[in-house]
Nanobody
Framework: QVQLVESGGGLVQAGESLRLSCAASGSGFSIENMGWYRQAPGKQRELVTTINTDGRSNYADSVLGRFAISGEFRKKMVNLQMGSLKPEDTGVYYC???????????????WGQGTQVTVSS
């Protein structure tokens, strides 16, 4: 069974930094992509950033230049370094992983339970 566990959320002031981590547990699979979404109160979940096994990443315009994603696919981990945080970055951050089980061709997306990030002004 695949599980994703996030860590590192918390309460910070505007301008400060925070680092999130996500680790996938289980066996018998490889990870193609990992990344982060977030959901602010009363809003839809939105893409923050993704990274693939080639190291290619993309970011939402709102976080470009402030956030940096790094993937450790052998360890089945992804990290998100968030800098110059703003109150509008507040929300629940969800890790996701696009996974392929050995011997199968289809990809399946798994989600973590989410970690709260609150940025005060």
């Amino acid at each position: 069974q695949v599980q994703l566990v996030e860590s590192g959320g918390g309460l910070v002031q505007a301008g400060e930094s925070l680092r999130l981590s996500c680790a996938a547990s289980g066996s018998g699979f490889s990870i193609e992509n990992m990344g982060w979404y977030r959901q602010a109160p009363g809003k839809q979940r939105e893409l923050v950033t993704t990274i693939n096994t080639d190291g290619r990443s993309n970011y939402a315009d709102s976080v470009l230049g402030r956030f940096a994603i790094s993937g450790e696919f052998r360890k089945k981990m992804v990290n998100l370094q968030m800098g110059s945080l703003k109150p509008e970055d507040t929300g629940v951050y969800y890790c996701y992983a696009e996974i392929r089980r050995y011997g199968r061709t289809e990809l399946k997306i798994y989600w973590g339970q989410g970690t709260q990030v609150t940025v005060s002004s």
